[in-house]
């Protein structure tokens, strides 16, 4: 009865009269993409297709894991670092696409992504911005995984572009005797600084342009607004503690990969795994 006590909650969640209202909300709001497609479509960017498929798929994935989420509200603690890791691990494959041909993308990916967001994760929890439980370590560390993920894509997406349009340069470079990592370093930064453009603006913006969305919920829910604040930067410190430490790990780790034993610039988009 215990084991099957998860899934009859669940299946108690979808018969709850507010998953109508929110179905109801879904379809007005799909109405106004479809308007998107249609633009789309007149203006012939040809973007119907894809912008359907990212609906339809975000839809049933966000669901699957508002689902997902209902049943390990029941489980114990130590499945939130079994479920966080299977979230960096879909996180990597994800960002490696961003960096595809750079040789090591996938283990430099895991590693950069692993070290910058748990890192994070364990040093908030253990300081207890976030609660030691399912509940919380679950839905935060998704947000900082995500966003660590985010920022490894833009910085790999830098770099590879920085190596192809610098090869000349780099292997004249080493011709003249400079040592790869001295040649490497000033593209490395350019791609780090370039992924976390993003998360600097949002700081900047925070507050003052958008209120996001936890500090709306907070309030919405009633708590204390300057507490709700304070939250709020806390989450937005974390995003960017985490995406920091990512890209730079990520940018130095593939910087390490490119070159042969020979101290040879590797081309790029033939190289292996």
């Known amino acids: 009865m215990n084991t099957l006590a998860p899934i009859v909650d669940l299946l108690g969640q979808f018969q709850d009269p507010v998953v109508w ?10 109405l106004l993409a479809v308007v ?18 990212a609906l339809v798929r975000g839809l049933i994935q966000i669901v699957a894991m508002g689902s997902i989420v209902g049943i390990l509200l029941t489980v114990d603690l130590v499945w939130s670092g079994v479920i966080l890791l ?34 994070v994760i364990v ?24 966003n660590a993920m985010q920022i490894n894509s833009l910085a790999l997406d830098r770099f590879k572009s920085e190596i ?3 090869r000349e340069t780099i292997e004249a470079e080493l011709a003249l005797g400079a040592s790869p990592t001295a040649v490497i370093s000033r593209h490395v930064e350019t791609g780090v600084r370039a992924s976390l453009i993003p998360v600097v603006d949002s700081l900047k913006s925070l507050g003052w342009v ?14 204390n607004p300057i507490y709700a ?9 974390m995003i960017f503690g985490a995406g920091g430490l990512t890209s730079m790990t990520s940018s130095l780790l593939i910087g390490n990969y490119v070159f ?5 610039l590797k081309a790029i988009d033939d190289a292996d795994e």
């Open 21 to 30: 209202t929110g179905l109801a909300q879904v379809f007005v709001a799909s």
């Open 36 to 53: 998107v497609v249609g633009i789309s479509r007149y203006r012939e960017l040809a973007l119907e297709r894809e912008l359907g498929i």
């Open 86 to 119: 299977g979230m960096m691990g879909g996180a990597t494959w994800i960002s490696k696409n961003r960096g595809e041909g750079l040789p090591g993308v996938v283990r430099v990916s895991f590693l950069a992504i692993v070290f910058g967001s748990g890192l």
């Open 123 to 146: 040093t908030m929890t253990l300081a207890g911005a976030i609660e030691a439980n399912v509940r919380n370590l679950v839905p935060v560390g998704s947000m900082i995984i995500a």
């Open 164 to 166: 192809n349009a610098n």
């Open 210 to 223: 958008w209120i996001p969305g936890i500090m709306a919920g907070m309030i919405l829910a009633g708590e």
């Open 229 to 237: 604040a304070l939250y709020q930067f806390v989450i937005m410190a």
């Open 260 to 264: 042969t034993e020979a101290d040879q």
